[in-house]
C-alpha cells in the first residue's frame, strides 16, 4: 500500500511512501528485542551521554528538521524551530536527572532492608499524531530510553519524514540500533504489532476513537498503556482579569499551531462584567493574524494540516451557528488549500458541537457566564478534561479555582502547556497515565517492591 504526503500550503504531493511488509515489521521486532537486553543493562550514565548527544544532533539539524515538519503538516517555520529546541531541552532533562528519578527508594518496614526498585519492562509502541511531528515523540522517548526501555514508533501517515529524521538523528547521535526504530505501516498492522509478545507497552497521543481502539487491544493482551487524547480547554476569564495579559494568552493558546493542539484554549468562559471588553479586544487581536506561507516570517498563522480535517472543522462551525452561535470572525474557508481564519463564535451554548465536540482548529467559542461558580460549573460542564487556565487579578483566587477544574493541568494566568519538569496527561475522556517529570519516566517501568527480612 501507498501512502501520500501533501503539502497543506500548497496542495501539492511532498512524498509517497510505500508501507511495509509483514516481514520488514518482524525484522524491527526482532532487533527491538534483541537490543533490550544490553540497553537496559547498559550503565545509566552512559545512556545519558547517548541522549545528550541526541539533544546536540536535534541542535545541530533543526533547519532540516524545520522545513520538513512545515512542509509535512504546515507548521509555522518559527514554531517548528521551537519546538525541535524543546525535543533538545527535554533529552537535556533526563539526561541530568534521571538518576535521581529512577533510585532506589528506601521504605521503613520491619525488615533489615526494604526498598522500591524501578526496572525497565522492554519493547514501548508508540502511536503519535501529526500536530506535534517531534515533540510528542520525544515526550514520551526522552524518559524511555533513560529508563533503559527501547521503542518503536507508528507515526502519523502523513508526517513519515519527521519519524525518519528522528531516527536519524538517534543514530547519528550513536544510539545503538534496535534501540529505536521506526515501522512505516496502518492502523490494523499497529494492531498486529500491539498483540505481538515482544511489545510490553503502549503509548498513544490523538483522538479519542483511536484511544478507545488501541486501550481495548491493550487492555485484552494486558499490556500497559498510557493515552492522551483530545481536549477542550476551558480559558475562565474572571471579572477582575489583566485584559491586556488576557487577551494576549487568548490569542496564544487558541491560535498557536492553527488551534491544532490538545492542550489549546477552546472554550472561552468570560463572566458577564467583563465579556463585552474581553470579546471585543479578543477579536480585534485575532484579526490581525495573517494567514499564509508558513516559511514566511511575516505569517502568523499556517494552513491546517489537511484539507479534510479543515472541511470537517467548518461542519462543526457551521452546525454551531445553525443552532444560534454568533460569528464574530472568520467562520469561513480560506481559498488557499488547508486554510482556515481565525474565527470567534460567540453565544454558545450547550447542545452546539461548538460547546459539547472538540474543535481541532483556530475557532474560538465565547461562553458568557454571570459569575464565578457559574465559570467553574461551565467549566467542567465537558466530557474532556486535559487542562484549563483561570485568568484573574488575584493569584490566591485564581489557585482557589483552578483547584476545582477537572483536568489533568490547571493554569493561572497562564497558557496551558506541557512543560518537561511538570506531569502531563488528562482526566475523564482525556485520557490517562501521566508523561514528563518524575511521573512521566514511572509509568513504563516495573515498580518493584525489595523486601529482606
Known amino acids: 500500500m501507498t501512502v501520500e504526503t501533501v503539502n497543506p ?18 525484522s524491527i521486532l526482532a532487533a527491538s528485542a534483541s537490543a533490550f537486553p544490553a540497553w537496559a543493562a547498559r550503565p545509566l550514565e552512559e545512556r545519558g551521554d547517548l541522549l545528550r548527544k541526541t539533544g546536540a544532533q536535534l541542535r545541530m539539524r533543526r533547519d532540516d528538521i524545520q522545513k520538513t515538519m512545515t512542509a509535512e503538516m504546515g507548521k509555522l517555520r518559527k514554531e517548528a524551530l521551537a519546538e525541535v529546541g ?5 533529552c537535556d532533562y533526563y539526561a541530568d536527572n534521571a538518576a535521581r528519578y529512577l533510585q532506589d527508594q528506601p521504605i521503613a518496614t520491619d525488615g533489615s532492608n526494604s526498598y522500591v526498585r524501578f526496572e525497565p519492562i522492554g519493547c514501548v509502541l508508540a502511536v503519535m499524531p501529526w500536530n506535534f511531528p517531534i515533540w ?4 514520551f522517548l526522552a524518559p524511555a530510553l533513560m529508563a533503559g526501555n ?4 507508528k507515526h502519523a501517515s502523513n508526517v513519515p519524514r519527521c519519524a525518519d529524521l528522528i531516527a536519524e538523528v538517534l543514530r547519528d547521535a550513536g544510539v545503538p540500533a534496535g534501540v529505536f526504530a ?10 498486529e504489532v500491539l498483540r505481538d509478545k515482544r511489545i510490553a507497552a503502549v503509548t498513544l497521543t490523538g483522538s479519542e476513537r483511536a484511544g478507545r481502539s488501541i486501550a481495548a487491544n491493550a487492555g485484552d493482551q494486558l499490556k500497559k498503556c498510557v493515552m492522551e487524547l483530545g481536549g477542550s480547554d476551558a480559558f475562565v476569564v474572571l471579572e477582575d482579569a ?14 498557536g499551531n492553527v488551534g491544532q493542539t490538545c492542550i489549546a484554549a ?4 468570560v463572566v458577564d462584567a467583563i465579556a463585552d471588553v474581553f470579546v471585543q479586544r479578543f477579536t480585534e487581536a485575532a484579526s490581525k493574524l ?11 498563522l499556517a494552513p491546517m494540516a489537511r484539507q479534510d480535517l479543515r472541511d470537517e472543522l467548518h461542519k462543526q462551525v457551521q452546525a454551531s451557528i445553525a443552532k444560534g452561535a454568533k460569528p464574530l470572525l472568520g467562520c469561513e474557508p480560506d481559498a488557499s488549500h488547508a486554510g482556515y481564519p481565525a474565527s470567534i463564535l460567540d453565544q454558545v451554548a450547550p447542545g452546539m458541537a461548538a460547546y459539547d465536540e472538540e474543535l481541532f482548529g483556530p475557532v474560538a467559542s465565547i461562553l458568557r457566564v454571570r459569575d464565578e461558580a457559574e465559570a467553574i460549573r461551565v467549566a467542567n460542564d465537558t466530557s474532556f478534561g486535559l487542562g484549563g487556565s483561570v485568568w484573574t487579578g488575584d493569584s490566591e483566587r485564581g489557585n482557589r479555582v483552578a483547584r476545582q477544574l477537572q483536568c489533568g493541568a490547571a493554569f493561572v494566568n497562564s497558557v496551558v502547556k506541557s512543560d518537561v519538569r511538570l506531569p502531563f496527561g488528562g482526566s475523564k475522556r482525556s485520557g490517562f497515565g501521566r508523561e514528563l517529570a518524575e511521573h512521566g519516566i514511572h509509568e513504563f517501568m516495573n515498580i518493584k517492591s525489595v523486601y529482606v527480612a
Open 266 to 269: 477552546k472554550r472561552f468562559i
Open 86 to 90: 524543546k525535543c533538545a531541552d527535554a
Open 9 to 26: 500550503a500548497t496542495g501539492e504531493v511532498e512524498y509517497t511512501l510505500e508501507l511495509m511488509d509483514a516481514a520488514a515489521v518482524e
Open 290 to 300: 495573517r494567514l499564509g506561507d508558513p516559511n514566511d516570517e511575516a505569517t502568523t
Open 136 to 139: 510528542q515523540v520525544f515526550r
Open 242 to 255: 489583566d485584559i491586556e495579559k488576557t487577551v494576549a494568552g487568548a490569542v496564544a493558546s487558541r491560535f
Open 182 to 191: 521506526v515501522v512505516h505501516i496502518d492502523n490494523d498492522q499497529a494492531a
Open 150 to 153: 527501547v521503542a518503536v514508533l
